[in-house]
């Protein structure tokens, strides 16, 4: 025991301990003091001592793990370290604020890397629930192990790491992130919930637009949801968020602009993350955007076809309209597909044309639509002659 004044309080409780370690004060003197000893899943209970610097022994004894020298006990530090104390060792309660213990029946130690630092464990195995305890690690991050000659791999919650495995490397914590697939475009989020409006704008996609949001989740129907809602990015099976213009009109109005070739840099950089083949050509002064090998919802008589979208001279100001496939599509069973009668040639090649029009609320906006609006366009098109 060190020189400490007498006691003035019948007992100093361990939120108060937590309280004095985070102000950086020592403890008041008093009859005893409370600190929790836990086991490697971190569950245990409150005991009292009265001596506030311990040896081992004194904390052991105190918990009922008798006999002594077939446990090993270790004390976690506020800063997310983890230090063995021996059974003579004393540990200053009054003046560090050290308010948990972790105990072992063992006899021997283990020893892992979190985030750099190399810490003691009483256990061949370590529970997730523990690295976080231990590490401060909080909820919207993850624990991460990294490995020399595969990918790191994350630790999935409640897992329990083998501390003797040979693949064990070290193990490191990262930010949380998560995705959803935003027609097309991969949305990342800091957050597991996501509210409807905000996916759309980080895709790129004016919510003001009147879109008709679906969201695709494997083996459940397919969900109608609202810009207000909030998407749990956290459910298992959540595929995709589509986005169908309010209103799409079947016509026979050709687009008649004087063509000059332009894509924007959003337009290629989402092509490009598609990857998919794509080009651009220019056949007798109008301008093409080709897409090959789209693959094509079932219901058709092909899986897959190119599809060709004409860019206007002064796009984004003037509207894309419309789109054309090759080869011609028909439906598997016979069922007619209105407005695609006509045909166009391009660079030798005729292709089909869908005459599909943006209407209402949905009308080409030159701030907000580009070739990824315009692509949302054609999958609902096409989704919809098969009812989908």
Same mark, same amino acid.
């Given at each position: 025991?060190?020189?400490?004044?007498?006691?003035?309080?019948?007992?100093?409780?361990?939120?108060?301990?937590?309280?004095?370690?985070?102000?950086?004060?020592?403890?008041?003197?008093?009859?005893?003091?409370?600190?929790?000893?836990?086991?490697?899943?971190?569950?245990?209970?409150?005991?009292?001592?009265?001596? *506030?610097?311990?040896?081992?022994?004194?904390? !052991?004894? $105190? /918990? &009922?793990?008798? #006999?002594?020298?077939?446990? =090993? %006990? +270790? @004390?976690?530090?506020?800063?997310?370290?983890?230090?063995?104390?021996?059974?003579?060792?004393?540990?200053?309660?009054?003046?560090?604020?050290?308010?948990?213990?972790?105990?072992?029946?063992?006899?021997?130690?283990?020893?892992?890397?979190?985030?750099?630092?190399?810490?003691?464990?009483?256990?061949?195995?370590?529970?997730?629930?523990?690295?976080?305890?231990?590490?401060?690690?909080?909820?919207?991050?993850?624990?991460?192990?990294?490995?020399?000659?595969?990918?790191?791999?994350?630790?999935?919650?409640?897992?329990?790491?083998?501390?003797?495995?040979?693949?064990?490397?070290?193990?490191?914590?990262?930010?949380?992130?998560?995705?959803?697939?935003?027609?097309?475009?991969?949305?990342?989020?800091?957050? *597991?919930?996501?509210?409807?409006?905000?996916? !759309?704008? $980080? /895709? &790129?996609?004016? #919510?003001?637009?009147?879109? =008709? %949001? +679906? @969201?695709?989740?494997?083996?459940?129907?397919?969900?109608?949801?609202?810009?207000?809602?909030?998407?749990?990015?956290?459910?298992?099976?959540?595929?995709?968020?589509?986005?169908?213009?309010?209103?799409?009109?079947?016509?026979?109005?050709?687009?008649?602009?004087?063509?000059?070739?332009?894509?924007?840099?959003?337009?290629?950089?989402?092509?490009?993350?598609?990857?998919?083949?794509?080009?651009?050509?220019?056949?007798?002064?109008?301008?093409?955007?080709?897409?090959?090998?789209?693959?094509?919802?079932?219901?058709?008589?092909?899986?897959?076809?190119?599809?060709?979208?004409?860019?206007?001279?002064?796009?984004?100001?003037?509207?894309?309209?419309?789109?054309?496939?090759?080869?011609?599509?028909?439906?598997?069973?016979?069922?007619?597909?209105?407005?695609?009668?006509?045909?166009?040639?391009?660079?030798?090649?005729?292709?089909?044309?869908?005459?599909?029009?943006?209407?209402?609320?949905?009308?080409?906006?030159?701030?907000?639509?580009?070739?990824?609006?315009?692509?949302?366009?054609?999958?609902?098109?096409?989704?919809?002659?098969?009812?989908?």
């Amino acid at each position: 025991m060190s020189n400490v004044t007498p006691p003035n309080e019948e007992r100093i409780a361990l939120e108060d301990i937590a309280v004095c370690r985070r102000e950086g004060r020592p403890l008041r003197p008093a009859h005893r003091y409370q600190i929790q000893v836990v086991d490697s899943s971190m569950q245990g209970s409150l005991i009292e001592i009265d001596d *506030p610097i311990p040896t081992g022994r004194q904390i !052991l004894e $105190a /918990a &009922g793990r008798i #006999p002594v020298d077939r446990h =090993i %006990l +270790i @004390l976690i530090e506020a800063a997310g370290s983890l230090e063995e104390v021996n059974l003579s060792e004393t540990v200053d309660v009054y003046h560090r604020g050290v308010e948990q213990f972790v105990v072992f029946e063992s006899d021997r130690l283990f020893y892992f890397a979190l985030n750099g630092q190399r810490l003691p464990w009483g256990s061949s195995n370590i529970q997730e629930n523990a690295l976080r305890k231990i590490g401060c690690i909080p909820e919207n991050h993850s624990i991460w192990l990294e490995r020399q000659s595969k990918e790191d791999r994350m630790i999935a919650e409640g897992e329990c790491i083998d501390l003797i495995d040979p693949a064990l490397e070290k193990l490191y914590t990262k930010p949380k992130s998560w995705q959803l697939n935003v027609q097309g475009v991969l949305v990342i989020s800091d957050h *597991p919930t996501i509210l409807a409006s905000d996916a !759309l704008n $980080a /895709a &790129g996609f004016n #919510p003001d637009k009147g879109w =008709i %949001l +679906i @969201l695709k989740v494997k083996g459940e129907p397919k969900q109608s949801i609202g810009l207000d809602d909030h998407i749990d990015l956290r459910k298992p099976g959540i595929e995709k968020l589509r986005l169908i213009p309010a209103e799409i009109n079947n016509g026979d109005a050709v687009a008649t602009s004087s063509m000059a070739f332009a894509l924007l840099d959003k337009d290629r950089a989402y092509l490009n993350a598609l990857d998919i083949e794509w080009k651009t050509v220019l056949d007798g002064g109008r301008r093409w955007l080709i897409i090959r090998n789209y693959i094509l919802p079932s219901g058709y008589n092909h899986e897959h076809t190119t599809i060709a979208i004409e860019i206007p001279t002064t796009y984004p100001g003037a509207a894309i309209d419309m789109f054309y496939v090759y080869p011609a599509l028909t439906l598997a069973n016979g069922g007619k597909i209105e407005q695609t009668q006509s045909t166009v040639n391009i660079v030798g090649t005729t292709y089909q044309r869908w005459s599909r029009h943006l209407n209402g609320a949905t009308r080409w906006n030159p701030l907000t639509d580009c070739v990824v609006t315009h692509l949302a366009v054609i999958e609902e098109s096409l989704l919809r002659e098969v009812g989908e």
